[in-house]
Structures are given as structure tokens and as C-alpha cells.
């Protein structure tokens, strides 16, 4: 089943924070984010390993709850760059496949 | 450095007529391969996956194949296009292993008339 993301879309100014939920009705092996510009590919961001870790890439970071089966994507200070549309994709350890999250799409406008 | 090319960039295709998409990666051995379709405005959704040569996994039954001749080397087809397969088309690899990063090609954009 398809990981559900909340919001389905959000309208920040530059330079406010934003934080983007991924859940699962699954046990989950592993939570990717993704950023995916208009007409292009999806770009991987992170990934996060069941262990509870959290990540962080400059100003974006992520944590994954595998008890809860949930992970959340945090966008401080967000820039003009920051937009586009986030996926979250997850993996239940079965087949090496990912499943991809409905979808977040965040504009940050001036 | 791996590198995955993916062509055509755009394709517009008559009802009824055959479709061959063609993914290729460069730069490494053995890599599992996807083909993703994505609706417009909408999510992704895998199509098929191989994790070695002639082994192909599908997951939603449709109008749709894929093979893997070569290792590097992924192909989706159709033998007759339905109005439905139009979308935008996205090839990834991934090495596998405990970390599936998914690392897509730039896409093909179908349009079926």
C-alpha cells in the first residue's frame, strides 16, 4: 500500500520552516525522501535505516519512527530552491523494491 | 561515475501503435532496474523491476512489458497503445543492498493520441 504524505501541498515565504509527514500502514526497513522539480526526475535527498536516526542535509533534515511507521521530512529557513514536489518512498525489506508516498508539493515564493 | 540514459525525451503515439522505451546505465555491474510511470500532477508507480538479467517482476497488470537483454540495459514495450499509457515514464537503478537509493533517468514524456 502506498505510503500517505501530509500536507498534500503547502505555501511557505523564504526563509519559513515546513515539515512534511510520510505513514506507513507497513513495518518499514527503510524511509528515502525525494525532491522532484517540474518536468523533471526525482532527486534523492536522504535515507534513513530503522534505528529511530535522523538526518540532516544542510538545511533540510528527516527522523523515522519505525514504531509508529512514520517519518517526517523538516525544511528550515526555506529557500526559493526548496520547491518542487516531495516524495517520501519506503521499504518493507521485502524486495528491493520502493513504494512512493503520495506527495508533498511545497512552493516557497518571495 | 554511474551515469543512465533513457530515450526518447518526448514520444507522441497514435492509438493502437507499438511503443520501445529504451534505458541503458553506464558505470557499474549488475544493477537493479525500474520502470516507473507517473499520471500528470500525480505519484509514482512502479511498473516493473529486474534484479538480473531475463528476471523481470511485474507489479500492476496492464498494457505494458518490459525485458532485460543485457545487463545494463532495460526496455519497456507495448504492442498496442491505449489512451491510459500516456504519461511520463521514468527509468531508475539502484545497486541494491541495504540502501536502495533510487537514481532516475531524465524521463520520457508519452503522449497517446
Known amino acids: 500500500q502506498q505510503p500517505v504524505q501530509s500536507p498534500q501541498a503547502v505555501i511557505l515565504r523564504e526563509g519559513e520552516d515546513a515539515v512534511i509527514n510520510c505513514s506507513s500502514s507497513?513495518?518499514?526497513?527503510?524511509v528515502h525522501w525525494y525532491r522532484q522539480k517540474h518536468g523533471e526526475a526525482p532527486v534523492f535527498l536522504m535515507i534513513?535505516?530503522?534505528?529511530?536516526e535522523q538526518k540532516g542535509h544542510d538545511k533540510i533534515s528527516a527522523s523515522f519512527n519505525e514504531k509508529k511507521q512514520q517519518s517526517s521530512l523538516y525544511l528550515t529557513a526555506s529557500q526559493l530552491s526548496y520547491s518542487g514536489t516531495y516524495f517520501c518512498?519506503?521499504?518493507?525489506?521485502?524486495?528491493?523494491?520502493?513504494?512512493f508516498g503520495t506527495g508533498t508539493k511545497l512552493q516557497v515564493i518571495p | 561515475s554511474q551515469t543512465i540514459h533513457q530515450w526518447p525525451a518526448t514520444l507522441v503515439q497514435p492509438v493502437g501503435s507499438p511503443l520501445s522505451l529504451e534505458c541503458t546505465v553506464e558505470g557499474t555491474s549488475n544493477p537493479n532496474l525500474y520502470w516507473y510511470r507517473q499520471a500528470a500532477g500525480r505519484g509514482l508507480q512502479l511498473l516493473f523491476y529486474s534484479v538480473g538479467i531475463g528476471q523481470i517482476s511485474s507489479e500492476v497488470p496492464q498494457n505494458l512489458s518490459a525485458s532485460r537483454p543485457q545487463d545494463r540495459q532495460f526496455i519497456l514495450s507495448s504492442k498496442k497503445l491505449l489512451l491510459s499509457d500516456s504519461g511520463f515514464y521514468l527509468c531508475?537503478?539502484?545497486?541494491?543492498?541495504?540502501?536502495?537509493?533510487?537514481?532516475f533517468g531524465a524521463g520520457t514524456r508519452l503522449s497517446v493520441l
Open positions: 518512498g519506503t521499504e518493507d525489506g521485502g524486495y528491493q523494491k520502493v513504494t
Open positions: 531508475a537503478w539502484t545497486l541494491g543492498g541495504t540502501k536502495n537509493i533510487q537514481y
Open positions: 507497513k513495518a518499514l526497513y527503510s
Open positions: 534513513l535505516l530503522k534505528g529511530g
